[in-house]
Nanobody
Framework: QVQLVESGGGLVQAGGSLRLSCAAS????????MGWFRQAPGKEREFVAA???????YYADSVKGRFTISRDNAKNTVYLQMNSLRPEDTAVYYC????????????????????WGQGTQVTVSS
């Protein structure tokens, strides 16, 4: 069974940067699209960014131009580079793997992902 482990969260001042990593186990990483979601206290989990198996990317409007998703298939790892952080970016960030391999489209819906990491806390102070 595939496992996802996030790292890289922490406390940063507004305007700062963090890079999140998500390491996947198994040998099929390159076949699947990956996504980053976040959940703030009292709020629903929301889509942040996605990268397909073919390395196309898609972003939520709230992070477009500030965050960059990338993947390194040789390392079974997906990254989320977060720049110009704002207090409203404060949340637990989760990476997730698409349920279907070689999917030709991006998805912003959590139900389209069936494997999730444990999450990493990102706190942005003002």
């Amino acid at each position: 069974q595939v496992q996802l482990v996030e790292s890289g969260g922490g406390l940063v001042q507004a305007g700062g940067s963090l890079r999140l990593s998500c390491a996947a186990s198994g040998r099929t990483f390159s076949r699947y699209g990956m996504g980053w979601f976040r959940q703030a206290p009292g709020k629903e989990r929301e889509f942040v960014a996605a990268i397909s198996w073919s390395v196309s990317t898609y972003y939520a409007d709230s992070v477009k131009g500030r965050f960059t998703i990338s993947r390194d298939n040789a390392k079974n790892t997906v990254y989320l580079q977060m720049n110009s952080l704002r207090p409203e970016d404060t949340a637990v960030y989760y990476c997730a793997r698409r349920s279907t391999s070689y999917s030709g489209s991006h998805s912003t819906m959590p139900r389209e992902y069936n494997t999730w990491g444990q999450g990493t806390q990102v706190t942005v102070s003002s």
